[in-house]
């Protein structure tokens, strides 16, 4: 099993930056890909940024430009720097990694951390 714990998230005004990080433990050495997820309230869950074990970043739309992932695989950590935060980037953020082992691939979440931009 893998356990995800984010931290990093709060208040802030739109326009300013936050730093989501997620420490991950367990049987990190199955984890084959990361991401960040979001949820609003009234909508699902979506896949914010993701980022491969080899490096390889995916951004959803709104946030290219803005957000960026990154992973310090030494420490087992995953990262979100937010710049240039807008009202609608309000949600909960969870943290997201697919382990694949003895040929079985699970999802495994963190518990989320609320991040609220006002106008």
């Known amino acids: 099993q893998v356990q995800l714990v984010e931290s990093g998230g709060g208040l802030v005004q739109a326009g300013g930056s936050l730093r989501l990080s997620c420490a991950a433990s367990?049987?990190?050495?199955?984890?084959?890909?990361m991401g960040w997820y979001r949820q609003a309230p009234g909508k699902e869950r979506e896949m914010v940024a993701s980022?491969?074990?080899?490096?390889?970043?995916n951004y959803a739309d709104p946030v290219k430009g803005r957000f960026t992932i990154s992973r310090d695989n030494a420490k087992n950590t995953l990262f979100l720097q937010m710049n240039v935060l807008r009202p609608e980037d309000t949600a909960v953020y969870y943290c997201?990694?697919?382990?694949?082992?003895?040929?079985?691939?699970?999802?495994?979440w963190g518990q989320g951390t609320q991040v609220t931009v006002s106008s």
């Open positions: 980022i491969t074990n080899d490096g390889v970043t």
């Open positions: 367990g049987s990190t050495f199955g984890i084959i890909f």
């Open positions: 997201n990694a697919r382990v694949f082992l003895l040929v079985r691939v699970t999802d495994y």
